[in-house]
Structure formats: C-alpha cells, structure tokens
C-alpha cells in the first residue's frame, strides 16, 4: 500500500460508511448517477489492485460524490485543487497547508483585479475553486473550507466536487478534463494544484509547493503575453519527459481535450504502461538505449508518477514558464533567488540527469539517435498515445529541443492465415496400410551463406531419401532460390527409391521468416488431428553435417510418439525455456492443434515480453539464471523457438544419446527414446551447474525466477489461460514445484 501525499494515498482501503448521494434528479436519474459512480470507484482501486499485486478480493473504495461536476462559469480563474487530508498528527499541518494555498489563490485574484491585462477592460474578476478532498474529512469539513474561501476574498467560491477515502490525483484530473470537453471550455484556461507536503513536512516541500503554486497562479501563466502559450508553470523541462516537475500548471481547456483521460485505469494510464513496454523490447534488442537515467519508475512515467508527465504528454504542446533561467530547481526547491521572467519554452533540457553521460552521448550521433531520453522515446510514446495524431507538426519546436536528427515511419504488414488443402493424391497416402511420414521442411537460404545452407540441405534430403517409410514432404524456402535448389529438390521427390511426394508451400525473400511454415504445418494438423507431423529446418549455423544427419535422423523417426508422449526432439531442455535443439520436431496432431496459431503466437509474445520488462522492472520477476534477450522473451522471429513447447500440456521425449550430439565425436550415434527432459537444465554452455546452485540457495529469488515456474505460468496464463495438470513433468522439474501446484486450485490464473 502506497502512503503519499502528492496523490492522496493512504495505508489501507478501509471498509464503513459509503456515504450519500445528493443529485439533481432531473439532470441525472438515480440509477444513472449510481452507475457512473460505481464504475468511477471499480476504476480507481482496480488501477490499485494491479500496481500493488494483491490476491484480495476486490471490494470498492470508501467513495462519496458530494455535488454534480463543474461546468463552465464566467469566472476569471477555474483552479482544480486536489486536497489530501491525513488521519492523525498530520492533520493539523495538512490544514495549514490548505489556508496558505487558498491565501495564495486569493492574492492571485486580487493583483489580477489591480492590474488587469486588459488595461481597457472593466471586468470584475472571480475565481472558482473545484476541490476533492481525500482523506480525513474530519479536521476541516467543506463546509468550513467553502466558509473560509468568502472570508479570504468575496469573489472567490469555492466549491466540493467529491470526497474519497483513497485516491489519488487522477480523481481532480479526471474532473478538470471532463471540465474542459464542454464547448463553452474551448477558450479557458484551468489551473491544476495540490496540497503538496500535506503529509510529509519538509522544508523542501514547504518551498517547492509555495513555488509553484505562485507561478501557476501568477497573472503571467493566467493570461500568456504570448497566447500561443498552451500550458503554463514555474519550470518546464524536456527531459526525462515533456513536464513541469511538482505538477501544477495552468492549460486551455483546447490543449486539454486533446489529451488521453488521466484516470486510473483508463486509456492514458493503458497506453502509458504500453509504450515503455515497447521500448524495453527495442532495447533487449539492442534498438534503443537509456543511458541518462537508472531504470526508475518516475523517470518512465509508471504508476503514480504518470500523472506529473500527464500535461505534457501531447507533442502539440506549446509550453511556457514564469521562472527564469537562471532560477535552477534546486533554487526554486530552497528559496533561492527566484526570478520571475516569462517566456516561452523549452528553454531547459534535463532534470536530474547525469551530465557526464549526457556529455559522452553529445559526441556521439548513434547514441544519440537511440537515447530513449531524447527524441526516439517521445515519438515512442506520442505514437502509442495519439497514433497519428503523435507525429509532430513539421515546425514543431520538438525537432530542435533534442540532439540528433530523426525521422522515423511504422509500417504495418498484413498477417492473413495461409489455408490448406490437401490434394487427391496426397489423401490416398493417407488412407493406405502404412501411415506416411508427413514433413514440413522449411529451407532457409541467407544471403552470402548460400553454400553451408545448400550443404545443409543436401544431408537432410539424404536422410528422408534413404529412409525406407513412404513421406510426404511439404517445403517453403526463404531467401533467394537457385537453380541447385531446386535441383536437389526434385532429385529428392523424383528420384530413386520413389516413395517421397513433395508440395511446394510458398516462397518468401526473407530468410528469417519461418513462422508460415509453422502455420502451415498446424492447418494440416487441423484438417489431419489423429495424425503426427515433424518439423525441419535446414539452417542451424556452424553445426556439422553428421550432427544434421543425426538431429534430422531422430526428427524423423518418430519413435517416442507411439507412447504417451505428445512431442519429441533430439534434445530436450527445460532452460532458458522449454525448447529442443535446432528446433527441429516431431508431435501428434492433437497437441499441435491445441497451440496458438503461429502469428498470433509472436503478436502474445511480443506483447508478453514487454509486461516481462515491466514486471522486471517493478521488482516482481528476478532474472538471476539468464539476461532477457530476443531469443530468451521470444521476441519477434524467435517465437518460432518457443512455439511447439510453449503449452502447459507439453509432455516431451527425447531420442538422441545421454552425451549430447554437439559434444560426440562418433558418426554412428545409439539412439533410445526416454521421456524428457532427461538432461541438465539448459543446452551445454548456456547454465554452469555454479550459478543454478547459487541461485537455488535463494529461495526468495527462486520463487520469482523468471525463468523458473513464476516465468512459465505467467506464459501460460497469458497464452492459455491454464496450467499444467497435476500428472505433468513440470511439478517435479522446477524448484517448489509441489508448491506452485498446489497454489493453482485456490489462485487459478492469481496464483502469481
């Protein structure tokens, strides 16, 4: 549980009065008001349940709405205020807290009154005061506040939107932005502030709060010298994100509609998460880079800081700043000096940021065109945020703000499902005495390395050619075909002894591409579930020809499956997923039908990989046996990897000797089906038996090993939405096996 007085937070979600409702029945009927009540509250503490991970059963936050939100009035100055309010000792100082900022709101109003920007105009000034008070509504009841606002100034109102046990500042944000979606708003500026230190005393606060209240306030950020001016505050930064630290500000309502809905929960809190998901998988694959801050939630956004980065999030933002230049934030932090000297930003660049990598990255272009701090990482998250609507306009300030010149397109491929048919000849194979062999072969011929692949290819078809069973061979090839391709091709299917029957699948330029091949193989599976299928690839770099010949042997000799065993491979490994080597196969239709389809397999993985990331980050997973790489998350081509084993339901065999077939100097190889996995936990070189033993002396690491069961389950929920059954392999292979199972019954998919 977070307790924190820049949101409002407290210890605990208390159970007790759930409070009134005072409506206006003919604005909103009961029913409706109670819903949207209803539904406000599930948002805001779900959003909670998830941060916190908790396996409680979800029950609503202590919620009241005291008055129908606020709409647009004639008054001079529309100020949201989010008060927190603590139990306790903390009160006292909470509430002085309170008289000061309103005093401050009031001296606002009058030196606006004094010295109108519009010198001609004979306007009478007002100000409205929108507040939530969360927390103790005890020490100073609305009813005082709203009291002490007339007393403090006659044109200053202050008015109760609701009252939260809990809450953070989603709540008053949330009520600002449905504030301005009025077309009577369009024209408005709102100003945002929060009893900031209301919890904590501290010095620091005292002066920071003080600070930037007054500039919010201040008749410069009320009404810009300069309207293009779309947000204004003390001090606007650049980086580590588009924000004014402290988070008060004063915005037109029109830059405000253009924002996501800050509430918990909700589309900005969804896409905010999303875009760091994304750039932590651009960064496991060497893509993109974050030199100039540690891996911390405030610099990324994430959780409660989300909302300090909210207002600045939209890379149409014009902003602007009171303080000058020369008024640092360690300055404005301790009282020091502060100058007030409007003007148009961005006219600083980091915050806490280390400036001797900030130095090294100035002289270094690549760096800086990867840095996640600078340019790359606002177009991440404005294009995950606002799609379209992110790109910044061609004389947009962005472009200049940030090192290095970057231009970026995403483009978007169609992933249509192959069909498949079988032709007649191919069903009376199917329909003899003696089952036929049935081969997916995906050839893949990359470019400068066509030889090894040929070479490659010339074993396997030896082996399928010498093989004495009636095969069906199905082939894709990737990469640039030649005349010797298709040669050995045909050699193979029409050759002596004649008993191999080959289809062409498809032909694609990329020699990566390998997951058609698997969708293809799985249609079959569909159409043919009592039947077995194998799986081959041609290209496994720096492997030898005899270690093929065996690997390809084993594949095809489907010697396992006539047992209980649903998928079988030369070598079997548990670590750093469930995976075979050369990720070649053979499995029963029955089990293959039951995965994903290959392409919505590497769209889950990709997306799981990055909740990996996050969760990483957060502290929940551990990755102490292995570093989170593409080949490790399954990311983008290497979910082909991670496909034929990724089911709870896998029960795997392997065939290949004891000594594995990389480590045997022998051409003839002994082979001998057992159940897997039989071996040590990860291919020779990948795990010294070392680091698994320091790591299973930890049991708190253990339990949260990403690549132990904590990792497997939270694939399998994700992909499957069950675990394994109680009979599996899996419970007596992992660490607190028995453990985990006997968690599933209870937790199902929370177990977590």
């Known amino acids: 549980p977070i307790n924190n007085e820049e949101n409002g937070t407290s210890a605990k979600p208390t159970a ?87 005093g401050q709101v009031a001296k606002s109003l009058r030196v606006l009154q004094i010295n109108p920007r519009n010198k001609t105009s004979a306007q009478i000034h007002s100000a409205v005061v929108y507040f939530n008070l969360i927390g103790n509504d005890e020490a100073f009841p609305a009813k005082n506040i709203q009291e002490l606002c007339s007393q403090l100034h006659s044109r200053l109102s202050c008015k109760q939107i609701g009252y939260y046990k809990t809450a953070s500042e989603s709540v008053t944000l949330q009520d600002m932005y449905d504030f301005c979606q009025h077309e009577d708003a369009a024209n408005l500026r709102v100003s945002y502030i929060h009893s900031k230190g209301s919890y904590h005393q501290t010095n620091l606060n005292e002066n920071w709060r003080r ?179 992110g790109v910044p306009a061609p004389d947009s300030w962005v472009w200049n703000a940030f090192p290095a010149e970057y231009h970026s397109a995403f483009v978007s491929t169609n992933d249509e499902s192959n069909t498949f048919q079988i032709d007649d000849e191919f069903e009376q194979a199917f329909s003899g005495s ?111 020809a005899d270690d093929f010949r065996a690997l390809t042997t084993v594949v095809t000799s489907n010697v396992c499956l006539k047992s209980h065993e649903n998928a079988m491979f030369a070598e079997f490994y548990p670590l750093p997923f469930n995976h075979f080597v050369g990720n070649m196969f053979s499995a029963t239709c029955d089990y293959v039908k039951e995965l994903l389809p290959p392409r919505r397999f590497e769209t889950a993985m990709n997306q799981i990989a990055g909740d990996t990331l996050i969760s990483h980050l957060r502290g929940i997973f551990t990755a102490e046996l292995f570093s989170f790489t593409p080949q490790n998350l399954g990311l983008e081509q290497y979910s082909v990897e991670h496909w034929i084993g990724s089911h709870p339901d896998l029960k795997p065999c392997d065939a290949a000797p004891m000594n594995s077939i990389s480590e045997s100097s022998n051409e003839v190889f002994d082979f001998l089906w057992a159940q897997a996995p039989r071996r040590s936990s990860a291919p020779l070189g990948l795990l010294s038996q070392e680091r698994e033993t320091k790591v299973l002396e930890k049991p708190d690491i253990v339990l949260r090993e990403y690549y132990y069961l904590a990792g497997n389950y939270f694939r399998w929920y994700k992909l499957y939405n069950k675990s394994p059954p109680s009979s599996s392999w899996i419970w007596q292979r992992f660490p607190n096996g028995e453990m985990w199972m006997d968690g599933v019954p209870d937790f199902m998919d929370q177990v977590l």
């Open 16 to 102: 007790g009065d759930n409070g009134t409702h005072r409506t206006c029945s003919k604005m909103y009927p009961p029913l409706v008001l109670f819903s949207l009540t209803m539904l406000s509250a599930v948002a805001v503490y779900s959003s909670y349940m998830t941060v916190l991970g908790t396996n409680n059963k979800l029950t609503l936050l202590e919620f009241r709405r005291k008055d129908i939100p606020p709409t647009p009035t004639s008054a001079s100055m529309n100020i949201f205020y989010n008060l927190f309010i603590p139990d306790g000792a903390g009160a006292g100082h909470a509430t002085r807290v309170l008289r000061e900022q309103l």
């Open 211 to 389: 600070s930037l209240t007054e500039a919010t306030l201040h008749q410069d950020c009320l009404v810009p010298p300069d309207d293009r001016c779309d947000v204004c505050g003390a001090q606007f930064y650049t980086r580590f994100a588009t924000m004014y630290p402290g988070n008060m500000w004063t915005a037109r309502c029109s830059y405000v509609k253009k924002l996501l809905p800050p509430m918990e929960g909700g589309e900005d809190d969804v896409k905010k998460e999303e875009s760091v998901k994304t750039f932590l998988k651009y960064r496991v694959w060497g893509q993109l880079s974050a030199n100039l801050h540690p891996d911390n939630a405030d610099f990324f956004g994430l959780g409660r800081y989300r909302l300090e980065h909210w207002i600045g999030s939209h890379p149409d933002i014009q902003p602007c700043e009171l303080h000058s230049q020369s008024t640092t934030f360690k300055r404005m932090t301790q009282n020091i000096r502060i100058y007030h000297r409007w003007g148009m930003g961005p006219r600083r660049e980091g915050l806490f940021e280390d400036r001797k990598v900030h130095n090294i990255l100035w002289n270094n272009p690549d760096a800086q065109f990867r840095e996640y701090f600078y340019l790359p990482g606002n177009l991440l998250k404005w294009f995950t945020l606002y799609g379209s609507k």
């Open 434 to 544: 003696i089952s036929p062999l049935v081969v997916f072969y995906h050839i893949s011929l990359p470019e400068g390395r066509t030889a090894e692949a040929l070479d490659s290819l010339k074993t396997q078809l030896g082996v399928l050619t010498h093989s004495q069973q009636p095969t069906i061979l199905y082939y894709s090839v990737a990469g640039e075909a030649s005349l010797e391709t298709d040669l050995l091709i045909s050699n193979a299917c029409h050759g002596q002894p004649n008993h191999i029957m080959c289809q062409k699948l498809n032909e694609v330029a990329s020699p990566e591409a390998g997951g058609e091949t698997l969708q293809y193989l799985q249609n079959f599976c569909l159409a043919k579930p009592s039947l077995s299928v194998t799986y081959m690839s041609n290209w496994l770099p720096g492997m030898k």
